[in-house]
C-alpha cells in the first residue's frame, strides 16, 4: 500500500474527549475516535498524539491565579485525557506508551525523545502528554514542537469546526472557508488556527498541517490517506 505519510501527529482536543456533555471525559465519544486511530494504526502509519485539556481546565479559567500554576494544572489535565485514551486503544487491541514532560513514572514514560521514536519504530502509538512541561505554552505549540522532534510527515490537527474560516461560521453566515493556506497567511490574517508559536514552529521546520472536523471519527482516517479535506497548511 502506497502511504502519503509514514509518520502522523494527531493533535486532539480535551473538548474533543467530552461529547455532548461538553466536560469531562465521555467513554463512548473517547472509544469511537480510538476506533477511528486504531484504522490508521491498521495501515501501518505511525501514530503519535497530543491532547488538550480544556474538557477539565484552562489555564484562562485560573482569573486571580498565578498564570504558570493555573498552566500547570492544565497540564495535568493533558495527562488524565491521556490516560483515557491509552485505556480505550489498549482495549482494542493497539500497544500504546504514554509519555509526560512533567515526570510522573508511577503512570507513564517520562518525555525521551529517541525513546518516543523507537515506540513508533516499533509500531506503538505515542501519546505525549503535560504540554511541554512549561507554563505559558500552549498544546498546539507542543504538537508542533514534538511533530518536529519525531520528524512528523504532517499534523493532523482535529477541530469542532470543519476547517479553518476567515471568521466563526457558527456567528457569521458569510464566512468565508479556506481550502489552501500558507504559514504566513494565518499569522497575517490572524486566523485562530493554533498560536503563532506552534506555527512558526511549523514553518521553521515545513511540517504540514491539516485542519479538519471531528464530528465524524473516521475523518481521522481519512486525513490520514492523504485525503485534502478541511483545510492544508504548508509553505509557499
Same mark, same amino acid.
Given at each position: 500500500?502506497?502511504?502519503?505519510?509514514?509518520?502522523?501527529?494527531?493533535?486532539?482536543?480535551?473538548?474533543?474527549?467530552?461529547?455532548?456533555?461538553?466536560?469531562?471525559?465521555d467513554p463512548p465519544t473517547?472509544? &469511537?475516535?480510538?476506533?477511528?486511530?486504531?484504522?490508521v494504526f491498521d495501515r501501518?502509519? $505511525?501514530?503519535?498524539?497530543?491532547?488538550?485539556?480544556?474538557?477539565?481546565? &484552562?489555564?484562562?479559567?485560573?482569573?486571580?491565579?498565578?498564570?504558570? @500554576?493555573?498552566?500547570?494544572?492544565?497540564?495535568?489535565?493533558?495527562?488524565?485525557?491521556?490516560?483515557?485514551?491509552?485505556?480505550?486503544?489498549?482495549?482494542?487491541?493497539?500497544?500504546?506508551?504514554?509519555?509526560?514532560?512533567? $515526570?510522573?513514572?508511577?503512570? %507513564?514514560?517520562?518525555?525521551?525523545?529517541?525513546?518516543?521514536? &523507537?515506540?513508533?519504530?516499533?509500531?506503538?502509538?505515542?501519546?505525549?502528554?503535560?504540554?511541554?512541561?512549561?507554563?505559558?505554552? @500552549?498544546?498546539?505549540?507542543?504538537?508542533?514542537?514534538?511533530?518536529?522532534?519525531?520528524?512528523?510527515?504532517?499534523?493532523?490537527?482535529?477541530?469542532?469546526?470543519? %476547517?479553518?474560516?476567515?471568521? /466563526?461560521?457558527?456567528?457569521?453566515?458569510?464566512?468565508?472557508?479556506? @481550502?489552501?493556506?500558507?504559514?504566513? /497567511?494565518?499569522?497575517?490574517?490572524?486566523?485562530?488556527?493554533?498560536?503563532?508559536?506552534?506555527? @512558526?514552529?511549523?514553518?521553521?521546520? /515545513?511540517?504540514?498541517?491539516?485542519?479538519?472536523?471531528?464530528?465524524?471519527?473516521?475523518?481521522?482516517?481519512? %486525513?490520514?490517506?492523504? $485525503?485534502?479535506?478541511?483545510?492544508?497548511?504548508?509553505?509557499?
Amino acid at each position: 500500500m502506497n502511504l502519503e505519510y509514514k509518520r502522523v501527529m494527531i493533535k486532539l482536543s480535551g473538548e474533543a474527549l467530552a461529547g455532548p456533555q461538553g466536560f469531562g471525559i465521555d467513554p463512548p465519544t473517547v472509544s &469511537r475516535i480510538c476506533e477511528s486511530i486504531k484504522k490508521v494504526f491498521d495501515r501501518g502509519i $505511525e501514530v503519535a498524539i497530543v491532547v488538550g485539556g480544556g474538557n477539565f481546565w &484552562r489555564g484562562r479559567l485560573g482569573e486571580g491565579m498565578d498564570k504558570s @500554576t493555573a498552566d500547570y494544572m492544565g497540564m495535568l489535565a493533558t495527562v488524565i485525557n491521556a490516560l483515557s485514551l491509552q485505556d480505550s486503544l489498549e482495549h482494542i487491541g493497539v500497544p500504546v506508551r504514554v509519555q509526560t514532560a512533567i $515526570e510522573m513514572k508511577e503512570i %507513564a514514560e517520562p518525555y525521551i525523545k529517541r525513546k518516543a521514536v &523507537r515506540h513508533l519504530e516499533k509500531k506503538r502509538v505515542v501519546i505525549f502528554a503535560a504540554g511541554t512541561g512549561n507554563p505559558f505554552f @500552549t498544546t498546539d505549540t507542543t504538537a508542533s514542537l514534538r511533530a518536529a522532534e519525531i520528524d512528523a510527515d504532517i499534523i493532523l490537527l482535529a477541530k469542532n469546526v470543519d %476547517a479553518v474560516y476567515d471568521k /466563526d461560521p457558527a456567528v457569521h453566515d458569510d464566512a468565508k472557508k479556506y @481550502t489552501h493556506l500558507c504559514y504566513l /497567511d494565518v499569522i497575517d490574517k490572524g486566523l485562530k488556527v493554533m498560536d503563532s508559536t506552534a506555527i @512558526t514552529l511549523c514553518m521553521d521546520n /515545513d511540517i504540514k498541517i491539516l485542519v479538519f472536523g471531528l464530528d465524524n471519527p473516521d475523518n481521522i482516517l481519512r %486525513a490520514a490517506m492523504g $485525503e485534502h479535506i478541511g483545510t492544508i497548511i504548508e509553505g509557499e
